[in-house]
């Protein structure tokens, strides 16, 4: 493959072969990436996004590892890591603020500076994992509120390796998600405007959502919620009354706190995991008639001819 042949030659600081990417994700499983590109710039990050393009090799997209299913087998091409690009700006206005912060900033790094500070909007994203990032191509949420809510304007790199800010009004939001990687196009950084509030009510607001979120698993290796809730549903209610709580594939095990999270209990392959969402999602329909639409990311190719049955 002459992707290969390039990107030996070119010799990036920034890149190497056959990375474990189980050891990236907060399910702890699937195999190794053919090249993991960590880019600490943004000039990095157009460097290899240039490269893939050129040799039209395979592009993957991880942040913080949550909300994806990586097969056992890995993934081919190049797969780029983004919590290298963590740069956060600020400007201070007379009632808010407008934030800019790179696409690797972990949201919950984010709900910390803006409670220190004193700024409103990111109280609900307390307890979501992953990045910046992934949460705005997943336009992560709860309770009705969501980041793009907050949005500005996302700076994007698109299909032709150009760096352009894409305004708000020409982005599609809504339920999980955005329009903003239609057209090979990755999310560099967005500008959010929040505004300036009492820390202490910010603080108790904070404790509310951790509060109502007690009824999820903590310190348990899952993805995030795996199905999205239907129009007027819940999933995890509908995942509960149809007997899914318990039920298991190898050490892929739906959660008994919570009926839309699988964990892994030790050694599960994703395989084993994609079984279970299958089953479950199997269940559901046939009870219910509602087809449950997945949450979770599913990266590459999972075999399914191994998994049937």
Same mark, same amino acid.
């Given at each position: ?20 990417? #189980? ?5 702890? %499983? ?37 909300? %994806? ?11 780029? @890591? ?25 949201? +919950?790094?984010?709900? +910390?500076?803006?409670?220190? #500070? ?35 304007? %996302? ?8 760096? +352009?800010?894409?305004?708000? @009004? ?18 560099? +950084? ?10 202490? #009510?910010?603080?108790?607001? %904070? ?8 009824? @999820? ?41 919570? &009926? ?44 399914? &001819?191994?998994?049937?049955?």
């Amino acid at each position: 493959m002459r992707w290969r042949s390039r990107l030996d030659c070119e010799n990036l600081p920034f890149c190497s072969s056959g990375t474990r990417l #189980k050891d990236l994700t907060t399910l702890g %499983v699937g195999g190794p990436a053919e090249c993991l590109a960590r880019p600490v710039t943004r000039r990095d990050l157009t460097r290899i996004l240039d490269l893939c393009r050129e040799e039209e090799a395979p592009t993957w997209f991880i942040g913080g590892g949550s909300n %994806v299913l990586i097969p056992d087998e890995g993934l081919p091409g190049v797969t780029i @890591q983004t919590g290298g690009l963590n740069g956060v700006l600020w400007e201070e206005q007379d009632d808010s603020v407008v934030l800019e912060t790179e696409s690797g900033v972990l949201l +919950a790094s984010l709900l +910390a500076l803006s409670m220190n #500070k004193g700024w409103e909007g990111l109280e609900f994203s307390v307890g979501i994992p992953g990045t910046v990032g992934g949460a705005l191509h997943g336009n992560a949420g709860v309770e009705g509120r969501s980041l793009g809510d907050l949005v500005e304007s %996302v700076l994007l790199v698109d299909d032709k390796g150009s760096l +352009a800010w894409k305004r708000r @009004q020409d982005i599609r939001f809504s339920y999980r998600f955005t329009d903003l990687l239609a057209g090979n196009r990755a999310i560099v +950084a967005c500008k959010l405007v929040m505004k300036k509030g009492d820390p202490a #009510k910010i603080s108790s607001s %904070v404790r509310g959502f951790i509060n109502r979120r007690k009824g @999820q698993p903590r310190g348990i290796r899952t993805a995030g919620c795996i199905f999205k809730n239907p129009c007027g549903e819940s999933a995890g209610k509908l995942l509960d009354e149809t007997g899914c709580k318990g039920l298991s594939v190898g050490d892929a095990v739906v959660s008994s706190i919570h &009926a839309n999270f699988i964990e892994n209990k030790g050694s599960a392959s994703s395989k084993d995991i994609f079984r279970l969402i299958s089953n479950c999602r199997e269940k559901v329909f046939q009870r219910t008639g509602i087809l449950l639409e997945m949450e979770i990311c599913l990266l590459g190719e999972i075999p399914h &001819a191994e998994v049937a049955g």
